[in-house]
């Protein structure tokens, strides 16, 4: 039967590859997605790799990796970066599961306020909180200073560090294991129960195994944002140094490319691996209980010495996370944080005096960007899904891989590979815009693939007997069908381009400059009540465009919750 059913399936795929020549258009399509995700995601990684094991000479060497790694520097570096992944890691998963559970299990008021919460990291700027650790607990700290009455205290380190990126990183453990957690058909923890057992072991020998795999991958994915995390610990890290910031020290502020390019390799290496063992392994091991819908509602848990402790701890964390937000537009309008706290717009006359290009070459760039990659990631999406060609498995491995790889990596490469002819694009806005593409463009396949496997491709085959080549097919048909999918897209790829800046600090120049970057050379100079004002400012602009991109959508007759950011 083997062999039969090889042959079967050798024939159906020459006969969808007959199909796509005899249509030029969609050839066309594969053609330019292949050689656009080689040139500025596959290309960038070899020019990476490149720099790293040829000397000024022109020879292959490893001379840069013996280097590095025998460095006793390079060591605590690597071991800060794994200690931080890993505490980060856990502490992020454990407060995850926790409003996860709450929010799947508990009766409890306040749940509305876990949706703000996951939101507010995505919509902010990624070291958001840290300014805002520094405003409480700084030298001049809210908390330190005035109230504690300390005049030297210290918040930068791994201490500071630990603090902003739990509360930065564990809503993405919560989003992942809240959805897990509501699809655990209820039928086997009421089966435990009604054997006799008690709230505690129903927990431990049902509900926690069947969450394992979705604990384990979570506590993967906030693993790799931690370690490829570079806005956080240049603001707060102190002398805690990681490998994101330390390959843009070695390239930037040593001037040494290659060794910034060896400590990249070290940094993707990491990455890939973890990505892969997430993506490949991970998420192959679940269970049919957590799988499609709950056979009935889950009768959600009243007792109060459950639900009082857990609700008490979610709501100070909840409070704790806002309140550091809040921070923000506070400290813009304080004169002298820690000093004087009369109110005053100083900053902000003064950001928009030195800061007003910035702000809108990012807004501008922003907006340029969104509906490239939103058509761009709906197209690939749409070849994953409904079509097979010669080539596919590359577009989606490498399209989806784009999410493995480190900010600070992709820039040093893009700067490796478009430096010198024949295409010279560092320090103009095209290569913003790329950056700014291909960092967000895996959400919005994510995102059509899931569409799309919803969706009964005998429609669109229905358009295709009726003579429509696959470019009207998919205009007419596909999209129409996948807009909530497209449009979150959309706002992913704004909100994400507005608050980059792992990749683009090595790529803006004098002539285009970008607001994250002009933030975190306020807040080296010493400057929060300004950064301050800038963070405010790009908050301000991200909910405007998400408010009117809204509105349109309504208009279109696309609702708001249909959009997953």
């Known amino acids: 039967m083997k062999p039969q059913l090889t042959n079967s399936k050798l024939k159906m795929q020459l006969i969808d590859m007959k199909k796509i020549w005899r249509d030029p258009i969609l050839v066309c399509t594969i053609v330019l997605v292949i050689i656009s995700l080689l040139l500025f995601i596959v290309l960038p990684l070899y020019k990476v790799l490149k720099q790293s094991v040829i000397a000024t000479d022109g020879k292959l060497t490893l001379a840069s990796y013996f280097k590095i790694l025998s460095s ?56 958001v909180i840290a300014l805002s650790a520094i405003l409480l607990f700084g030298r001049s700290g809210l908390i330190t200073r005035k109230l504690l009455g300390m005049t030297n205290a210290n918040i930068y380190g791994l201490k500071g560090l630990l603090l902003v990126q739990t509360l930065t990183f564990f809503p993405v453990a919560y989003l992942l294991l ?58 707060i890290g102190g002398n805690f140094s990681t490998l994101a910031t330390q390959i843009y020290l070695q390239a930037i502020g040593n001037y040494d490319m290659q060794g910034g390019a060896t400590l990249a390799v070290l940094l993707l290496a990491v990455s ?13 091991k679940s269970y049919v209980t957590v799988t499609g819908k709950p056979s009935r509602e889950r009768g959600l848990i009243e007792e109060k010495h459950i639900v009082a402790p857990l609700s008490l701890f979610c709501l100070i964390a909840s409070g704790l996370v806002i309140a550091f ?45 969104m509906p490239i990659t939103g058509i761009l990631g709906m197209i690939i999406a749409f070849l994953i899904v409904r079509k097979r060609f010669l080539g596919r498995g590359l577009i989606e491995f490498t399209s989806l891989l784009a999410m493995a790889i480190p900010g600070t990596v992709i820039g040093i490469g893009y700067i490796l590979a478009y430096n010198t002819k024949p295409l010279v694009l560092t320090g103009t806005a095209t290569i913003l815009i790329i950056a700014f593409i291909f960092r967000s463009l895996p959400m919005g396949i994510r995102s059509g693939i899931a569409s799309l496997q919803q969706i009964d491709p005998s429609i669109e085959e229905a358009s295709a007997d009726l003579g429509a080549n696959a470019f009207k097919t998919f205009r007419s048909v596909t999209l129409p069908l996948i807009k909530p999918a497209f449009f979150s897209g959309l706002i992913y790829t704004f909100v994400r381009s507005m608050t980059a800046v792992s990749t683009v600090i090595f790529l803006v120049s004098s002539r285009y400059n970008l607001l994250t970057v002009t933030i975190l050379g306020q807040v080296d100079v010493g400057k929060i009540g300004v950064a301050s004002a800038f963070s405010t400012i790009l908050i301000l602009i991200v909910y405007a465009v998400i408010g009117i991109l809204y509105f349109l959508l309504s208009k279109l007759g696309v609702s708001k919750s249909d959009i997953q950011m």
Do not use: C
């Open 178 to 235: 809240a959805g897990l957690l509501k699809s655990i058909d209820p039928s086997m923890e009421e089966a435990s129960r009604n054997m006799g057992a008690s709230r505690w072991k129903t927990f431990t020998t049902v509900t926690l195994p069947l969450a394992i795999p979705g604990i384990a991958n979570s506590f993967l994915l906030v693993f790799i944002q931690v370690v490829a995390d570079f806005g956080n610990p240049m603001v």
């Open 72 to 127: 006793t520097d390079t060591a605590k570096v690597f071991y800060n970066t794994m200690l931080l992944g890993v505490l980060v890691g856990v502490l992020s998963t454990v407060i995850g599961f926790i409003f996860a559970y709450a929010d799947a299990y508990l009766k409890m008021k306040g749940k509305k306020i876990f949706n703000l919460i996951a939101i507010l990291p995505i919509v902010s700027p990624p070291f």
């Open 272 to 284: 890939t691996l973890l990505f892969v063992l997430s993506k490949y392994w991970i998420e192959k």
């Open 325 to 369: 937000y809040i921070l923000i537009p506070i400290g813009s309008f304080t004169k002298l944080w820690g000093i004087n706290y009369d109110f005053t717009l100083d900053h902000y006359r003064y950001a928009w005096t030195v800061g007003k290009k910035a702000i809108l070459d990012t807004t501008w760039l922003s907006l340029l960007s």
